[in-house]
Structure formats: C-alpha cells, structure tokens
C-alpha cells in the first residue's frame, strides 16, 4: 500500500538534487568558458617610470652630536675673604678681563703695607751693614781688627741681603693677593647665574665658584661615526681634505650653522665601536646653545659620473636587491643591482644597470618579470 505521506517529500527530494546539479553544471561551464580561447586578456599595467642618469652624489654620515663649548670656566676665588661685590649681569656676555667680582681687599692691603715696611727696615739694616763692612776691611788691612771680625760683619751683609729679598717676595705675594681680589673673567663668553651672593665668606677650596664662564664663539660639536665609517674620513683627511660639517636642529630639517672637521679622537669605544670628531663653528649668531643635541651632516667625499636612480625604484626581496627594468618591447625584467650612497631622493647603482635605461618607480607592486606595462611618463633621475 502507498504512503500518501511519502510520496510528495520524495518528489520535493528530487526537485533539490536536480536544482543542485544545475548549479554544479553552470559553474563548471563558467570556469571552462574563462579559460577558452577567446578570453579577454588583462591590459599593460600603468607605471611610472625614469631613466638613469649620470651624475654627482655627495657622501654624506648625518651623525647626532653635541654642542661643546671651546672653553667652559668656572670663575675660583685665588684666596679667602668676604665677597664685598658682583659686578655682573646673569647672562650676559663679558670680555676677557672683565671684572665679574670683588673680595674685600683691606686685610690684603694692610699686610702689603706691612710687608712694605719690614723691606724699609732690612734695607736700612743692610745699608748700615755694607757700611760697617767697609770700615772693617779697611781696619783689618792696617792689623787694627781681627779677620774674624771682618768674616762676622760679611756674614751680617749676607743676612741682610737675604732678609731684603725675603722682604720684596713677601710684598710680591702681597701685591699678587691684592689683585686677586679684583676678579675678572679669565675667557671672553656668556657669564651664567651667579653661584655665591655678595657677603659670603669665599674660600679657594669653593667648589662652586662664583659664576661659569662658557664661550659662545667660536664653539665646537662632538659627535661620533662608527668603525665602518672612519676609514673613508681618514683617507680624506690624509689627502689634505677640508671636510665640512653642517649642524642641524633636532629635526634634522632647520639648518643652524656651517663648519669644518677639526680633529679625530686617538681612539676608538671598545664597547660602542664609535670614534669621537669634533668639528668647529664660528656660531657668530649664537645658534648653537652649549650641551644642545644636534644632527651633523659631514660632507666626506662627492662621486662624480655615478649612475643614479629615484631612490622609490630599488627594490627588496626574494632576488635581493633589484630595480624593475622596462624592455624595449615594454615588458619588464628584474635586474638584481648593487647600491651605494644615497640622499633620500636619488640612490647609486655601483652594479647592475647603465645610465640610459628605464626603472619603474611607480606601481611596482603590481608587477612581475616579464609583465607588460605602460610607460605614464618618462623623466630622468632628479
């Protein structure tokens, strides 16, 4: 007996397998029909591209530094007393010989005067001395003295003479002190705060001083290369090369102040595998501010007739280092190539490619070897 149940779900069974099987069959169809013979093919890719040029490329080591200052003198009281003056303005820029400050001179004075008058003393002791000398010579000549009377009175001269020496050292000394309280800058520069205030007792042994003197111009920066570096550095320098230096801002971009390297450290950071350069500024406008960090551009040596490419078109990856290079036929080849310097814009191709031949600098991710491309525009290497 037939189900009347049954039989209309194994109709709606066959109407599902037949829809599937439709479905199956068209999409077949449709990935044989892509693949056929008259498939529309996709067209040449768009890029950009430029040719290689010849043309000077400047080896430049962009190194961060630091301003240091030729001189930096912190101003020491020579001897001790009560600071009766400050003569200066923080901050302001002072000559050599500037007086900055006075220690109270009268103890000084007095000693001086004393000094002054012990050497009157002795010298007429002296003088009284040689007199008496002279007489007993004469004495003793005509057998009226003894000799020993005549070697005492010599040895009194001698004493005499020491003590008036003794005597002029000592108002020397004295002298020396009186200038030394009249305190002047030893460096023209920029005078900083003032460490110690008028009314204290100042010692030599301060370790703070009185105020710091830094000199603003010329001025220096030191900065350090590595290993890898120095040598073509010092094969400039031994050629008699004067190298320049440029200072930047921190961000790389404001330009601050041009100057040349002056000296190489005698030896290298064993731990960093850098050397220390300084190079020298006149820094006349005062741009460069002591202990600031700034980028140093150093010009080592220019290429001339070097092959250059934007620097967009070289390329990283599975060849290594590579440009895309358009065929004659406007199909595209990878060619692996050997940079040197570059400057951000233009990079040097030391092996690979000749001046004259077209790199893809646009759109090369899109591309692989042998693809067919079309050229936007062609320009040279700026």
Known sequence: MVNPVAAPKRGKK?????????????FIWYRHAGTGPGTH?????????????????????????????????????????????????????????????????????????????????????????????????ILARQDSISAQQVSDQTFLVAQDTAATKSDQANIDQARLNLAYCHITSPVAGKV???????????????????????????????????????????????????LTATAYASDDTTRLEKGVLTAVDNQMDTAT?????????????GALFPNEFVNIHLLVNTLQNATLVPSQAVQTGAPGTYVYVVNADDTVRVQPVTTGPSDGTNTVITKGITPGEVVVTDGVDRLSGGAKVSVAATAAAP
């Open 14 to 26: 066959r109407w599902i397998f037949a829809a599937l099987a439709l479905l199956l069959f068209g």
């Open 41 to 137: 093919k996709p067209g040449p890719q768009a890029v950009g591209a430029a040719k290689a040029v010849s043309g000077a490329m400047p080896v430049v080591l962009d190194e961060l530094g630091t301003v240091t200052p030729t001189a930096t003198i912190t101003v020491l009281p020579q001897l001790s007393g009560y600071l009766t003056q400050v003569a200066f303005t923080e901050g302001e820029n002072v000559t050599k010989g500037q007086f900055l400050a006075e220690i109270d001179p009268r103890p000084y004075q007095i000693q001086l005067e004393q000094y002054q008058a012990a050497l009157a003393k002795d010298t007429a002791a002296l003088g009284q001395a040689k007199s008496d000398l002279a007489r007993y010579q």
């Open 192 to 242: 900083g705060l003032r460490l110690v205030d008028p009314g204290n007792y100042v010692t030599p042994g301060s370790s703070t001083g009185i105020a710091v003197v830094t000199t603003m111009s010329p001025t220096t920066v030191i900065f350090s290369v590595a290993q890898a570096d120095l040598a073509p550095v010092l094969v400039r320098l031994g050629q008699g090369a004067t």
């Open 273 to 285: 595998g850098m050397v220390k350069l300084r190079a020298k500024f006149a820094n006349t406008d």
